[in-house]
């Protein structure tokens, strides 16, 4: 069963309309990323996925189900998000601050039951920082910061997980090991959705990418069709060396355009 | 959730608990007639006599106010730290308790608490709502905390001003002296009249905050984080200026306002919960009880000619401190 889907929505903010002409189906499964220039309409389109923001017109829905007509925490526990930049207001320990991700799944009385407890534990181990686990988030590393949110994230066991920018701060090794955190994600059957700038990464990870352009989507499919030297010049407005290493497309931006 | 923080925290509350279960009977010994312990006790169980009088309608009163002013400080503090995520937000900086006291300044000012006296209570609320809604309108999405410390000094020369209005319209002087004494915050010479106005209204007003704890917990992820763990983060921002309105307006109402509580103790009690805002709610209701009562009975100690008021008391303790957040604060941001 299709797991999101876009029909025809257009999402205004302030009366502006920011992305517009959306139609796309997810199943489950894929690893989709998003890519686009800044201020393309990316976020704005998975705070829609995510069921943050309204559409001005078309429809919404997760699997079959308008989003409007969600059970809020339902919703919560099906879609998890990790929104660009993540904050955290107070200085949590990283197992407090994962644990947050179980919110949807707790009781009244927000009481962590061992299920909680292990999926805490099993996505702090994923993002490698269960060694952190009672650290205080006020002294990470932006990197270390960014892994335990994404093990926040996780923790929720989303069927769908949508995840904008996650990897901004991460250093290489790091940047692969999250890719592949998402992609054994997917692999055990969820929708994951993921934001971000890294074309050899995208088209070495992803099962599908989406270009987005001035709020539309300007190219759906396989990555190495998508993200090919004429694509990447129209929208991007760069010349890229594409090329190949053990089987796997590399992409490296060269220069920009006039 | 982390264990060590977790066991700290529940014996914190402990603790706390029975601090202020011992400054409660410590209250009640002291004051200004010289009353032997068998007095004391034989006063409360209902004996006739000086005792009694003192004991039922002075000492008891005056206790049972520190416990429910301090409760209602403590935790509204905890709970608006929580939504703006901010830790100088207090009833008393932000202006709410200034707003409540203008409400009951109005119902006192126009003898309406004379004539009806649920209006004193009622109105108090009212001006603290009315603060709230206005604070969280105005720091709105940004929750820096220059946007909401300027809208709470607006919100509290606002007040200050419409106070001022109202003594430089009051009809005698000795109008003015009682309105003056009873805003600088006071639990002297309350009645259990006082005590049964404010009650329900306080209580209320905290179990509504101590449900908002999980969806506050959420908050320190952000509005979209919290919206997407299935929290509305519009409804969580109307409970908690319901409940900040109704414990602060009614605890206000028959005390004036005792400042500085609802922002020292949700700091002092926060590195024992692991600064997880739901763990922070009771410790902060217990601790703000427990500093108020130990404030009153220093206040009666302290040989100060006339008593010093405690809201004045407890602005000496808390400006310096409230100083000392702000340099810390601002050390931490840059």
Redesign the interface.
């Known amino acids: 069963m299709t797991a999101l889907a876009f029909e025809n929505v257009a999402v205004n903010l302030a009366k502006r309309t920011i992305v517009s002409d959306i139609t796309l189906a997810f199943e489950p499964g894929e690893l989709v990323g998003v890519m686009g220039p800044n201020g393309s309409g990316k976020s704005t389109f998975m705070?829609a996925a995510?069921?943050?923001i309204d559409a001005a017109s078309g429809a919404i829905s997760i699997f079959g189900k308008p989003i409007a007509s969600w059970r809020?925490?339902?919703?919560?526990?099906t879609?998890?998000?990790?929104?660009q930049g993540?904050?955290?207001?107070?200085?949590?320990?990283v197992?407090?601050?994962v644990?947050?991700?179980r919110?949807?799944h707790?009781d009244?009385f927000?009481r962590?039951s061992s299920q909680d407890e292990a999926a805490v534990a099993r996505a702090m181990t994923a993002c490698d920082v269960a060694h952190l686990a009672?650290r205080?988030v006020s002294v990470l590393s932006g990197g270390e910061r960014a892994r335990a949110l994404l093990a926040?994230a996780l923790a929720?066991d989303a069927k769908i997980l949508l995840a904008d920018e996650p990897f901004a701060q991460l250093d290489p090794n790091h940047q692969l090991h999250a890719m592949e955190v998402l992609q054994s994600t997917a692999r055990a059957g969820a929708l994951v959705v993921v934001v971000l700038h890294d074309l050899s990464i995208a088209a070495r990870h992803c099962s599908r990418v989406i270009l987005m352009a001035q709020g539309r989507i300007a190219a759906d499919g396989a990555p190495a069709a998508i993200l090919s030297s004429d694509n990447l010049r129209k929208t991007f407005g760069v010349d890229a060396f594409i090329g190949e290493h053990g089987g796997a497309p590399v992409i490296l931006p060269l220069r920009r355009r006039a | 959730m982390n264990e060590s923080s977790l066991v700290s925290g529940s014996r914190l509350a402990a603790t706390l608990a029975i601090a202020t279960l011992v400054a409660a009977g410590v209250s009640l010994f002291v004051g200004y007639a010289p009353l032997p312990a068998a007095d004391v006790v034989g006063g409360l169980m209902g004996d006739e006599g000086t005792a009694g009088v003192i004991m039922r309608e002075i000492r008891l009163p005056r206790m049972l106010l520190g416990l429910l002013a301090g409760a209602a400080l403590g935790m509204s503090g905890a709970a608006l730290q929580g939504l703006l995520r901010n830790p100088l937000a207090e009833p008393g900086v932000m202006g709410i308790a200034s707003f409540a006291s203008l409400g009951a300044v109005i119902a006192i000012y126009f003898g309406l608490s004379s004539v009806f006296p649920l209006a004193l209570p009622a109105i108090a609320m009212l001006g603290a709502l009315i603060a709230a809604g206005l604070l969280s309108f105005l720091s709105g999405r940004d929750n820096g905390v220059l946007t909401l410390i300027l809208a709470g000094v607006a919100l509290a020369n606002l007040a200050a001003a419409l106070m001022a209005l109202a003594l430089n319209l009051a009809p005698n002087p000795y109008a003015v002296s009682e309105i003056v004494f009873w805003l600088l915050g006071s639990l002297k010479d309350r009645s259990l009249h006082d005590v049964v106005l404010a009650t329900p209204f306080v209580v209320l007003g905290l179990v509504i905050l101590a449900s908002a704890g999980r969806a506050l917990d959420a908050l320190t992820l952000g509005e979209d984080a919290a919206k997407s763990l299935g929290i509305e983060v519009a409804s969580i921002q109307r409970r908690v200026t319901f409940g900040v309105a109704l414990a602060v307006g009614a605890s206000v109402a028959v005390t004036g306002a005792i400042a500085f509580v609802g922002l020292i103790v949700p700091h002092l009690c926060r590195p024992f919960v692991g600064h997880l805002p739901s763990r922070l709610l009771l410790p902060s209701a217990v601790g703000g009880a427990l500093l108020v009562l130990v404030a009153d009975i220093a206040v009666r100690l302290v040989p100060s000619g006339p008593e010093l008021m405690l809201g004045v008391f407890t602005s000496l303790i808390g400006v310096p401190f409230f100083l000392w957040l702000v340099f810390k604060l601002r050390g931490e941001m840059q």
């Open positions: 705070r995510a069921g943050l809020r925490n339902d919703r919560g526990r879609v998890g998000y990790l929104p993540g904050q955290v207001h107070w200085p949590l320990t197992r407090a601050l644990t947050l991700g919110l949807p707790a009244r927000a962590a009672d205080p926040r929720g």
